[in-house]
């Protein structure tokens, strides 16, 4: 069938990560966006959450859509990488004319590492929490302690690093370059991490600093 | 006329069934004047004296526009100068006491032939999958019946620059041929000419190069890099826009 040779092709793989990468560039955006609400207070927070569960179908099929498109996004990327194994070090002396970026060489581990960070912080944050405690307080609770906001900084790193390789190099897989937008796509592979590392990060640097004391 | 002295690491394998391995000879009062190929003729000249196998390799024009010659000099494809194929290296680019390693361009899809010589016959199946264009015979039409403009005339050429050497997947740290073949479909796809047979000429031509065993791209960018006639990447995007249009609206 075509979608199968399709999957199966060298650009249909990549094509792959890239919509699904994207998929989760979107959720990202949207979820940086209800989080934000943290920095209002935990009453707007807790409002925020309430509402977003008031539709527990839409969040189940939602969370399900997501679970497809990431393990699709794993798989594949997993695959890929053990592809890419199998033609390294072909040369007595290996020369890189350009130097691939600390981002582009580290996909698959900074991958990895979003990868650990997402099941803890989903057992976390969604599927340990007790039911009797809003969740605006688990969240003060864990994101207070040291190590716990530590680990979450430097996942928040290692995802910005991931886009800083992956937006560009998604909009070349679905075929975007062109001279007048290569120098807007250029700072925005440095933007749009930042922005998540920004928002994102904030929050754990909020409540480790005790600046979200009153929250 | 200034020379320089040169020791060569130089890959020898007897056949693609043999094993390789590298070989050392020094090579003294080399002409800076001389071209990469023409230093390896004084080795030769020399092997053949000593009684010994010359070493095999790749060339036919000379002059940068055959896309025969090739090989990996210190890790880089048609060695340290930019835009420059092998043959148009020149000596005065190594300094004397300079170490060069030579290695034949190394693919899944390239099996060594004979020393330096690999066979890229894979590039040319490519090409016979889809890089082409149907056209009845008849009449010759007139020169300006296909109106083209300029700048598409030249984007158009400046993928035809493409030589097929193979630089490209000799260079990419997966053995992808994705410059090659983005470059080939471009050039047609371009042109009002290369229109008719655009919606299965990339589907085609992509599944021949993943049946070749090429490999696929990360955006590494290594063989723009390396390329003696400067593609672009920016083939590559067109190549995958070209493919995704082909996938799912061809018939
Ligand atoms: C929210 C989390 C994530 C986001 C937003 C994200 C986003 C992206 C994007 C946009 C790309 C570029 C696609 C392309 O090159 O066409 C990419 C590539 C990649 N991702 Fe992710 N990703 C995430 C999580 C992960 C995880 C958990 C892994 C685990 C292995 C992973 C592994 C990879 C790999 C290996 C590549 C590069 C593939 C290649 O060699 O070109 N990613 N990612
Ligand atoms: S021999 Fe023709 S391009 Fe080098």
Known sequence: MWFISFVNSSIGRKAIMAVTGLCLISFLAIHAFGNAAIYMGSKYFQIYADTLHGFPVLVLLFGLGLLVILTAHVGFGVLLFFEKRKTQSRYRVATRVVENTFASRTMPYTGLFILLFLIIHVFGFNIAVPADVPISAVVKDYLSGFFYSLFYIVAFVALAIHLNHGFWSMLQTFGVNHPRYNCLIATLTIVVPVAFLVIFGGIPIYFMTGAGASF | ?251
């Open chain 2, 1 to 251: 006329m200034s020379t320089i002295d040169l020791k060569l690491l130089i890959w020898r394998q007897k056949n693609s069934d043999s094993l390789g391995d590298f070989e050392t000879h020094v090579l003294k009062d080399i002409s800076t004047d001389m071209s990469f190929l023409e230093m390896l003729d004084v080795l030769n000249e020399k092997l053949t004296k000593d009684g010994m196998e010359p070493v095999a390799f790749d060339h036919d024009c000379r002059e940068g526009i055959c896309g025969m010659c090739g090989a990996v000099v210190n890790g880089v494809a048609h060695g340290p100068e930019k835009e420059t194929t092998l043959c148009q290296l020149h000596m005065r680019k190594f300094a004397s006491g300079d170490t060069l390693v030579i290695e034949p361009f190394r693919s899944r899809a390239f099996p060594i032939k004979k020393d330096l010589m690999v066979d890229r016959s894979s590039l040319d199946r490519i090409i016979q999958a889809g890089g082409y264009v149907s056209v009845n015979t008849g009449g010759a039409i007139d020169g300006n019946t296909t109106p083209v403009s300029t700048e598409t005339a030249e984007l158009a050429m400046d993928a035809a620059a493409c030589i097929g050497c193979g630089a490209c997947v000799a260079s990419c740290p997966n053995g992808a041929a994705m410059l090659f073949t983005g470059a080939k479909i471009s050039q047609l796809s371009l042109l009002p000419q290369g229109h008719a047979e655009r919606k299965q000429r990339a589907t085609a031509m992509v599944a021949q190069m993943d049946k070749e065993g090429f490999g696929y791209c990360s955006n590494e960018r290594e063989c723009e890099a390396v390329c003696p006639k400067g593609i672009s990447i920016s083939s590559i995007a067109r190549m995958n826009r070209e493919y995704l249009k082909g996938v799912f609206f061809g018939r």
